[in-house]
């Protein structure tokens, strides 16, 4: 009987990998959906429509970059760390 890979944040060369194995690294560890997946994947911002009815009083959108980051122990379990964010 094989033993189950061991579930964890440390992912080297995370930054290398291109955009589609970084999110199949992140939907595997978080067991993301199918849909989740294809949500993240895509490239079309929020639209207007859907902004001003998630958030109050809405004028217009921001767009950042979503990024993992990764090698985390919060409160003892692996996690990988989600942000919207710019850096060089």
């Known amino acids: 009987m094989a033993m189950a890979e061991a579930k964890t944040s440390a992912i080297p060369g995370f930054y290398k990998l291109a955009r589609k194995?970084?999110?199949e690294h992140v939907a595997k560890f978080s067991s993301l959906s199918e849909?989740?997946?294809?949500?993240?994947?895509?490239d079309s911002p929020l639209g207007f429509e859907v902004?001003?009815?998630i958030a109050e009083n809405a004028?217009?959108?921001?767009?950042?970059?979503?990024?993992?980051?990764?090698?985390?122990?919060?409160?003892?379990?692996?996690?990988l760390?989600?942000?919207a964010t710019e850096e060089p």
Not at 59 to 78: M, Q, S, Y
């Open 51 to 53: 902004a001003d009815k």
């Open 35 to 42: 849909e989740q997946k294809r949500q993240l994947g895509t």
């Open 59 to 79: 004028i217009g959108l921001h767009c950042l970059p979503l990024c993992i980051a990764t090698n985390f122990i919060i409160n003892g379990k692996e996690t």
């Open 81 to 83: 760390v989600p942000m």
């Open 21 to 23: 194995e970084r999110l």
